[in-house]
């Protein structure tokens, strides 16, 4: 299996060394081994990327060259890792967890999420589920256009509720229900009810 994976036949010659990593140039690596330098590449399932001054565990094949399997010791260079994955994926750890992708999809049975700032940002945003909830003293969405659709909602606030905009429209089917100890409606300019009955009082 392994002769099939790394492309060299079997019975062929195959050492099995450790060596540093002298430099890294995009896939291709130079180690340093018992005094010899060595080009290698980095094997599929090597996790994390290799880096400058790591030591390394590598196969050599006669006649065909070096592959790193794994990082056996960190530098002393206290610089992020990388993993590297097909498809231009990576992820990037420094203390937080950094991950480039050109797609991500998770599926999860039970996802939760807590953080003391998290911020979601893209072009198109889609959240959907039986049940989202958002909880936190503040919580900010800001969007061009944002499109809410739901069977029914219920929204409570402990405190004081402002809506600001530029203009407001409510658009019913049935009914618009106003329910409070005191209403107060106020305007600068022209306060207009239009209905075929109107009831005050």
Known sequence: MLSETIGFETGEKTVLRTGTVLSVSGKGLTLEAGGEI?????????????????????????????????????????????????????????????????????VFSDCSVSARTMTLAGDLLALAGRKISEVGQILERVGEWIFERSGSSVREVEGVDRHVAGATQIVSESVVSVDSESTILSSRDLVKIDGDQVHLG
């Open 38 to 106: 060595l080009a290698a590449r980095k094997a599929p399932g090597c996790l994390p990327d290799p880096r400058e001054d790591d030591t390394v565990l590598f196969v050599e094949v006669e006649g065909w060259g070096a592959v790193v399997m794994t990082v056996l010791l960190s530098g002393p260079e206290e610089s992020p890792r990388t993993m590297s994955f097909p498809g231009g994926v990576h992820l990037t750890s420094d203390g937080e967890i950094g991950m480039e992708s050109p797609r991500f999809r998770g």
